[in-house]
């Protein structure tokens, strides 16, 4: 059983195609087993606000600085509205994506300068950064096929071979980058191989 201390942040990021929800609703059900209180959220999304905001960027083409200015405006209003609230009240939060994800896909795919995104980043959230990133890493055309077997594409999922590239590039720099706040799994192998994994990691925040 958790105390009164503040919940955990758990952030899943990767290629669309990776993964992450089957990974995400495998540990929400253990989780929730070892007594622990979760929420569930995704971005852009997770309130109304944001899940009218990513209908429209998952539905029409904009300038990349637009879209990351829409991918800010959601997020802040997640963090205000739903992230904070509930770490603040014990509860660990896993959430589909965040802002590495916008250094991924609006940075390295559309070419939006870093800098850009850390000024946006530093407004949006501070101090806030998830405890642990899950990157559910994958080899691009191996996501592309599993995406088209399940579902039609979305904007971003049309994008070419090499943008998707560029994105996977990134998480895995970025993962490089910060060790300690990043767990990289290969999500190639089977989804129980990848749960137990990261339930390995998050053993040592389950008494
Ligand atoms: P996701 O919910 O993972 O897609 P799906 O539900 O189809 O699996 O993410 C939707 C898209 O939003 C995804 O293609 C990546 C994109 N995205 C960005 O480009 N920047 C961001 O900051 C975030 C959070 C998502």
Redesign the pocket.
């Known amino acids: 059983m958790q105390t009164a201390s503040r919940g955990r942040f758990i952030t899943f990021e990767g290629v ?2 990776a993964g ?2 089957t990974q995400i609703e495998a540990l929400a059900q253990t989780l929730r087993q070892h007594r622990v209180a979760v929420v569930r959220t ?4 997770g309130t109304p606000l944001g899940e009218a905001l ?1 209908t429209i ?2 539905g029409q083409a904009m300038d990349p600085l637009t ?1 990351s200015l829409l ?1 800010f405006a959601a ?1 802040r209003e997640h963090v205000a509205q739903v992230i904070e609230p509930a770490l603040a009240g014990s509860q660990w939060v896993l959430c ?4 590495d ?2 250094y ?3 940075g390295a ?1 559309r070419g939006v300068p870093a800098d850009r995104l850390d000024v946006l980043a530093g407004w949006v959230h501070g101090r806030l950064q998830p405890d642990l990133t899950v990157l559910v890493d994958i080899d691009p055309d191996q996501a592309r096929q599993r995406r088209a077997q399940v ?1 039609a594409a ?1 904007r ?2 049309t994008e070419s071979a090499a943008f998707f590239q560029a994105v996977r590039s990134a998480y895995l720099a970025r993962a490089a980058a910060e060790p300690a706040r990043f767990l990289v799994v290969d999500g190639g192998a089977p989804a129980p191989v990848v749960t137990s994994k990261i339930l390995e990691r998050l053993s040592q925040w389950l008494r």
């Open positions: 669309d195609g992450k929800s995704r971005e852009p999304g990513r960027m998952l879209e991918m997020r589909d994506r965040f802002t994800a916008s991924a896909y609006q795919g579902r979305d971003f999922e």
